[in-house]
């Protein structure tokens, strides 16, 4: 059987499109991916909401008038999900860096923040890799792991999506309940070296310096299946070490062709990256099979 690996639109197509939005995640299943990776948030009537960050972000968010935000905030846990549609994200600011990183970012005026559900329903033939957003070091910015992971499954259920879905997170307590809690949902374990110094409180218990440093091992003790590294901390010697523990490695967030090519050829299982487009031709240049693309026939603002 010829090798393939798992392409991931990251918040959609980050690099294309406005990041978390429904009109994001249509134009990534434009281009061609095998899933969706979002975030997640809880407002403050209890809705799961896709956003990245735990307050709203200036850089791409305006009131209904125009008027970029001037500063973050408010939080996303002190707004009824109501409130959200209020906000257009569907721009980045011209002057900011996050414009400079993604010039070829098409705008869509009045897209919103989307609900869980709202993404879940844009296509029946859509998978998702849901991160839980969750700071263990800040407990104040959102629900903790494993209560996030509760609400995101119920509804996750609701919409009896449960097969076309993935759940990650740095903070191992959410996957970690579902595991005990849900052993069919499939779960991947987010790690980057900026956050192993807190290790023990990101991963509520363990350590590298448990695992004689390796961090596949600590991954492999929680029983898998995927590793998501960040994919500067990756080597060669480190997947190997993975697949010889039975995980799958999924790096994020690639987006240059040339460290794409050079983790394929490394032996990575999935990419999760900003530019599924470049992606592409660079798996096609390497062999791989390629995810079919298809067109979302209607969408919301959001």
Same mark, same amino acid.
């Given at each position: 059987?010829?090798?393939?690996?798992?392409?991931?639109?990251?918040?959609?197509?980050?690099?294309?499109?406005?990041?978390?939005?429904?009109?994001?995640?249509?134009?990534?299943?434009?281009?061609?991916?095998?899933?969706?990776?979002?975030?997640?948030?809880?407002?403050?009537?209890?809705?799961?909401?896709?956003?990245?960050?735990?307050?709203?972000?200036?850089?791409?968010?305006?009131?209904?008038?125009?008027?970029?935000?001037?500063?973050?905030?408010?939080?996303?846990?002190?707004?009824?999900?109501?409130?959200?549609?209020?906000?257009?994200?569907?721009?980045?600011?011209?002057?900011? /860096?996050?414009?400079?990183?993604?010039?070829?970012?098409?705008?869509?005026?009045?897209?919103?923040?989307?609900?869980?559900?709202?993404?879940?329903?844009?296509?029946?033939?859509?998978?998702?890799?849901?991160?839980?957003?969750?700071?263990?070091?800040?407990?104040?910015?959102?629900?903790?792991?494993?209560?996030?992971?509760?609400?995101?499954?119920?509804?996750?259920?609701?919409? /009896?999506?449960?097969?076309?879905?993935?759940?990650?997170?740095?903070?191992?307590?959410?996957?970690? /309940?579902?595991?005990?809690?849900?052993?069919?949902?499939?779960?991947?374990?987010?790690?980057?070296?900026?956050?192993?110094?807190?290790?023990?409180?990101?991963?509520?218990?363990?350590?590298?310096?448990?695992?004689?440093?390796?961090?596949?091992?600590?991954?492999?003790?929680?029983?898998?299946?995927?590793?998501?590294?960040?994919?500067?901390?990756?080597?060669?010697?480190?997947?190997?070490?993975?697949?010889?523990?039975?995980?799958?490695?999924?790096?994020?967030?690639?987006?240059?062709?040339?460290?794409?090519?050079?983790?394929?050829?490394?032996?990575?299982?999935?990419?999760?990256?900003?530019?599924?487009?470049?992606?592409?031709?660079?798996?096609?240049?390497?062999?791989?099979?390629?995810?079919?693309?298809?067109?979302?026939?209607?969408?919301?603002?959001?």
């Amino acid at each position: 059987m010829r090798r393939r690996i798992d392409l991931y639109g990251h918040r959609g197509a980050r690099g294309l499109f406005p990041e978390n939005t429904l009109v994001g995640f249509a134009g990534a299943l434009a281009v061609g991916v095998d899933a969706l990776e979002l975030d997640v948030a809880v407002t403050a009537d209890q809705v799961v909401v896709v956003t990245h960050d735990p307050g709203l972000n200036p850089d791409i968010t305006r009131t209904t008038d125009g008027t970029w935000l001037a500063q973050a905030g408010p939080m996303i846990h002190s707004l009824r999900a109501e409130d959200l549609r209020s906000y257009d994200v569907g721009r980045i600011r011209p002057d900011c /860096r996050y414009a400079a990183l993604y010039p070829d970012q098409k705008p869509h005026d009045g897209a919103t923040i989307p609900t869980l559900a709202d993404a879940l329903r844009i296509d029946p033939r859509a998978n998702f890799n849901i991160e839980l957003k969750t700071f263990p070091l800040q407990s104040g910015l959102a629900l903790d792991g494993a209560a996030m992971a509760d609400a995101v499954i119920a509804v996750v259920d609701l919409e /009896r999506a449960i097969e076309r879905i993935s759940v990650q997170s740095f903070d191992w307590r959410g996957p970690r /309940r579902l595991r005990s809690a849900r052993p069919d949902i499939r779960l991947s374990w987010l790690t980057s070296s900026a956050i192993l110094a807190g290790a023990r409180i990101w991963w509520d218990g363990p350590h590298p310096s448990d695992f004689g440093g390796s961090v596949p091992r600590a991954v492999a003790a929680e029983g898998g299946p995927n590793w998501g590294p960040d994919y500067t901390d990756l080597t060669e010697d480190a997947i190997t070490e993975a697949h010889s523990l039975g995980l799958c490695v999924v790096p994020w967030t690639v987006n240059l062709p040339e460290d794409m090519r050079r983790l394929i050829r490394w032996g990575i299982d999935g990419l999760i990256t900003d530019r599924p487009d470049l992606a592409r031709v660079v798996m096609g240049d390497e062999g791989l099979p390629l995810p079919p693309s298809w067109r979302v026939e209607e969408i919301g603002g959001g």
